[in-house]
């Protein structure tokens, strides 16, 4: 299988501790009506985040510095930039994107890691966090920052991860007017899901513990030992990855195996009740496959036996974790693919470029002919790192998509918004970045949805 870039977060180091070119609103050439836009202004290298009506991303300058810009929503106009900074994040969680949060009707906060300013930088601090109004971008409060994987909204306040290289490790809860730290828990956590009322943090240690906790006091409602929903040896360094379905959570451990070792770490998907941690279900030893839908949308795995041998493919039903297609590991069509779905998964596609592919229907996991039919998948699979100034090496901004003729193994011309279990969905608009790097949004999604990065 070929080798994808998955952006799930492998954390290595705790084992020691997305000119404006064309920016406009216009009617989209759709089977309906939609308001559409691009903006290429920003070169978009992080996910994109959405509050009372304010896109906001993390996008790259031409001299490879980061800013964080905010863009109107409804139109797409760039409304202000600032300088962001990366201050101990992993390369392989990706550029974090800003942390947008709704305080009131019509009002948010965009907070985001910016450079500490001249003769702040020191043992003390290698960043400050800032916190904007969203559509004016007034700065509202500073927070000095050591190291970081970077603000999280969480149930309409600001979590933030503080001191990751350091021993004094900790997750701060804040009120995104002020500043105010309202309550906090030792260690490294990251936030995986949040309500008005709670929120539920993986606790990222030897043994990483999944914990709900009320997001006012920060009281513990349950704690789950990811072990106890998968099995012992689990080991974070491979990644992972969390969406939400419904009233569940479904968690997806990837393997890792340590230099000068044979085996694999435990990993898997599995789904836990947001209510009180109950383990729904199970499907160990099965690695997800790229690119695919969220782990809570649409997951999509492929089974590796204690040989590591790989078996076949299986899209399962995040509610149940039951099957709902699948081919076996004899159909797949030798080397030399891509993997590509089309927008609505009904199939599992094998694209070759520049050649004619194979597909399969889902769920009967029978071959179609591949004339006429077209599949999503990644522009390229051999993405470079972006050339950041002054950050680690091993950075990538988030995938983009392409659309594929299966009998040809060319691109679509002229192809129209990435499906939505790619992009996923935020207050009834879809975003993504293209392939020049620019951001992209349509007005069209039906639901809040999780996309294949969260």
Same mark, same amino acid.
């Given at each position: ?172 809860? +804040? ?60 080991? +974070? ?218």
């Amino acid at each position: 299988m070929p080798v994808f870039r998955p952006l799930t977060k492998p954390a290595l180091a705790l084992a020691g501790v997305l000119a404006l070119t064309g920016c406009s609103t216009s009617k989209a050439a759709t089977e309906e009506t939609h308001r559409t836009w691009r903006n290429a202004e920003v070169n978009a290298v992080s996910r994109a985040a959405v509050a009372a009506g304010v896109a906001t991303v993390t996008s790259m300058t031409p001299d490879g510095s980061l800013e964080t810009a905010a863009l109107d929503l409804s139109s797409g106009k760039k409304l202000w930039a600032h300088p962001a900074e990366i201050a101990g994040r992993l390369p392989g969680m990706g550029v974090q994107p800003p942390a947008a949060v709704q305080t009131t009707p019509g009002q948010a906060v965009v907070a985001a890691v910016a450079p500490a300013g001249p003769g702040g930088k020191g043992r003390t601090w290698n960043a400050t966090l800032v916190a904007r109004d969203a559509r004016t971008g007034r700065q509202l409060w500073t927070r000095p920052v050591h190291s970081t994987f970077g603000p999280q909204p969480c149930g309409g306040r600001l979590c933030l991860s503080e001191n990751t290289a350091l021993a004094s490790a900790r997750m701060v809860v +804040l009120d995104p007017l002020t500043g105010t730290v309202l309550w906090k828990v030792p260690g490294i956590a990251e936030v995986e899901w949040s309500d008005s009322s709670k929120v539920v943090m993986l606790h990222l240690a030897t043994h990483p513990v999944l914990a709900s906790h009320d997001v006012k006091t920060g009281k513990p409602a349950w704690r789950l030992p990811v072990e106890q929903a998968l099995s012992p040896g689990v080991d +974070l360094s491979g990644g992972w990855a969390f969406g939400a379905s419904g009233g569940d959570l479904v968690g997806y451990v990837a393997p890792y195996t340590p230099p000068g070792k044979k085996k694999a770490s435990s990993f898997g998907l599995f789904s836990v009740a947001l209510a009180d941690g109950t383990v729904n279900w199970l499907r160990p030893s099965v690695v997800r496959v790229y690119p695919s839908g969220s782990p809570g949308y649409a997951p999509v795995v492929r089974p590796v036996d204690e040989r590591g041998q790989y078996g076949g493919f299986a899209r399962l039903d995040p509610v149940s974790g039951r099957v709902l297609g699948q081919i076996t590991a004899d159909q797949v069509p030798g080397t030399g693919w891509w993997l590509a779905f089309p927008g609505d998964m009904a199939r599992l596609d094998f694209l070759k470029p520049g050649a004619s592919g194979a597909a399969f229907e889902l769920p009967s996991g029978r071959p179609t002919p591949v004339g006429g039919r077209r599949g999503w998948s990644f522009c390229v699979t051999d993405p470079k790192p972006l050339p950041l100034a002054g950050a680690p090496g091993g950075f990538y901004s988030v995938a983009s998509l392409c659309e594929f003729d299966l009998a040809t193994g060319k691109r679509v011309p002229g192809s129209g918004a990435p499906p939505v279990w790619f992009t996923g969905g935020q207050d009834g608009w879809r975003l993504w970045r293209d392939e020049k790097g620019a951001l992209n949004a349509v007005e069209d999604a039906k639901a809040a949805a999780p996309g294949m990065y969260g």
